[in-house]
């Protein structure tokens, strides 16, 4: 089936700097991808949407020159955490839509924690 | 923006069954996805419904009426190991609506 691997799965970093996560589709080409915050004990909040080779489309709320979507290709799309802060800390998972199977596969997500 | 409902938490007998509800708004909608999430995990897929009706897949079976906008997750002879939360998510556009999850506690 399909795959989305998603590096680091945690990662502890100090207030100010910079962090990037990468999600890769496996076997199949990720047009799309979406990337997801959740806090504990909370619902997945979708943060943004990328499409490879334009610019994400980030939902209401979400500063987009702080986390900055790179899609170049059609299988990783990055997140970078700039100038993490430790209310950034969170579960950050990505999400790829296979147009083949209309499935949606999620990265087995990236534990941020900022100190 | 879209709300999607379903309860907070719950709690069964091991053995038993459990059956969770989700209601969405049904402009724009297309499809409805279930989810079981453990604690520190990605999300697993359960199920998808486009069409109305229930769809079994083993001890998990789920159904849709898109009229209602309503949705529910059966979990049949239920096991310790199916305590998770479980997330409707619906499809409207392109990207998936979560519901804030159910927890379910399965108890001996």
């Known amino acids: 089936g399909a795959v989305v691997s998603q590096h680091p799965s945690w990662v502890i970093c100090k207030s100010g700097t910079s962090v990037k996560i990468e999600c890769r589709s496996l076997?199949?080409?990720?047009?799309?991808m979406f990337w997801y915050r959740q806090f504990p004990k909370q619902s997945l909040m979708l943060m943004a949407t990328?499409?490879?080779?334009?610019?994400?489309?980030?939902e209401q709320g979400v500063e987009k020159d702080k986390f900055l979507i790179n899609h170049a290709s059609l299988t990783l799309s990055t997140l970078t955490v700039t100038s993490a802060h430790p209310e950034d800390s969170s579960f950050y998972i990505c999400?790829?839509?296979?147009?083949?199977?209309?499935?949606?596969?999620f990265g087995s997500g990236t534990r941020l924690t900022v100190v | 923006g879209q709300n999607i409902d379903q309860p907070t938490e719950m709690t069964a007998t091991e053995g038993a069954i459990v059956q969770i509800n989700c209601t969405y708004q049904?402009?724009?909608?297309?499809?409805l996805f279930w989810y079981q999430q453990h604690a520190g995990e990605a999300p697993t897929f359960l199920s998808y419904?486009?069409?109305?009706g229930l769809e079994e897949k083993g001890r998990f079976s789920s159904f849709l009426s898109r009229s209602k906008g309503y949705s529910y997750l059966l979990l049949k002879e239920l096991q310790m190991k199916d305590s998770a939360s479980y997330l409707c998510?619906?499809?409207?556009?392109?990207?998936?609506?979560f519901g804030k999850g159910t927890r379910l506690s399965v108890i001996a």
């Open positions: 990328s499409n490879e080779g334009s610019k994400a489309t980030y």
């Open positions: 998510a619906a499809q409207f556009v392109t990207p998936l609506v």
């Open positions: 049904t402009s724009g909608f297309n499809g």
């Open positions: 076997d199949f080409q990720a047009t799309t």
């Open positions: 419904n486009v069409l109305d």
């Open positions: 999400s790829a839509r296979d147009q083949d199977t209309d499935g949606y596969t």
